[in-house]
């Protein structure tokens, strides 16, 4: 078993990264660093709000809570009007800190539970 650290994100007061989820960013977006670094500018100014708005975010469109995981602390940042339809799932470690997790394609139904399974247990492989 791997175990996995957590990451501050440079320039955040409390947004902290999985050390798996940079590599998992990159897989979103294969050779396309144009496409990568559009993407990457949209989800710093969003991490930019979560940072200062805390769990307040989620008043927002881009902010949602996933509802039927087994950790009640999961949640997505998305990109409503994208045309990949990328998530980011995070989770509230303490209340106020976030930890970003893992970062998906939204193509199919059936992404978003691989997706949640995959979040939980990066998270369960952090707390270890």
């Given at each position: 078993?791997?175990?996995l650290e957590i990451q501050k994100l440079s320039g955040f007061k409390r947004i902290y990264q999985a050390e798996c989820f940079p590599d998992e960013v990159k897989s979103m977006f294969g050779k396309s660093t144009g496409d990568?670094?559009?993407y990457m500018k949209w989800l710093?100014?969003?991490?930019?709000v979560l940072d200062s708005d805390g769990i307040s975010a989620l008043n927002l469109?881009?902010?949602e809570h996933l509802k039927g995981t087994s950790n009640l602390n999961l949640y997505a940042i998305r990109h409503p009007h994208s045309?990949?339809?990328e998530r980011?799932?995070?989770?509230?470690?303490?209340g106020e800190s976030?930890?970003?997790l893992t970062a998906f394609k939204e193509k199919k139904i059936h992404d978003y539970q691989s997706a949640i399974t995959r979040a939980e247990h990066i998270f369960s492989e952090l707390e270890d």
């Open positions: 078993m791997i175990t990568m670094n559009r710093y100014t969003w991490l930019s469109e881009q902010f045309q990949i339809n980011y799932i995070y989770v509230y470690s303490d976030v930890i970003l």
